[in-house]
């Protein structure tokens, strides 16, 4: 089993950026490929971005790609979403993810950590 704690979320300005970090508890970090979630007000959960359990491999939603990126140090058993170039509509709630499966999907996993909000003013 793995426990997810989500921090770094805050109230940035659009053009900003902010770092999220998830720390993980257990000693199989370092097998599961972990994910980026969000939920907006009134919207589903969403896929933003995923990284295989060996970080050579990651994958994004169109919405984000080439302004966040995901990043993991097995050694520290935390996973890191580094988010530039805000926008109002990246506004959400952020969730960690953690799936046993080796390889990336945009469903998610057995395990989330609890949320971080992100604010994005205009």
């Known amino acids: 089993q793995v426990q997810l704690v989500e921090s770094g979320g805050g109230l940035v300005q659009a053009g900003g950026s902010l770092r999220l970090s998830c720390a993980a508890s257990?000693?199989?970090?370092?097998?599961?490929?972990m994910k980026w979630f969000r939920q907006a007000p009134g919207k589903e959960r969403g896929f933003v971005a995923g990284i295989r359990w060996s970080g050579d491999s990651t994958y994004y939603a169109d919405s984000v790609k080439d302004r966040f990126t995901v990043s993991r140090d097995n050694a520290k058993n935390t996973v890191y979403l580094q988010m530039n170039s805000l926008k109002p509509e990246d506004t959400a709630v952020y969730y960690c993810?953690?799936?046993?499966?080796?390889?990336?999907?945009?469903?998610?996993?057995?395990?989330w950590g609890q949320g971080t909000q992100v604010t994005v003013s205009s």
């Open positions: 257990g000693r199989t970090f370092g097998s599961y490929t």
């Open positions: 993810n953690a799936d046993s499966l080796t390889y990336i999907t945009t469903r998610p996993g057995l395990y």
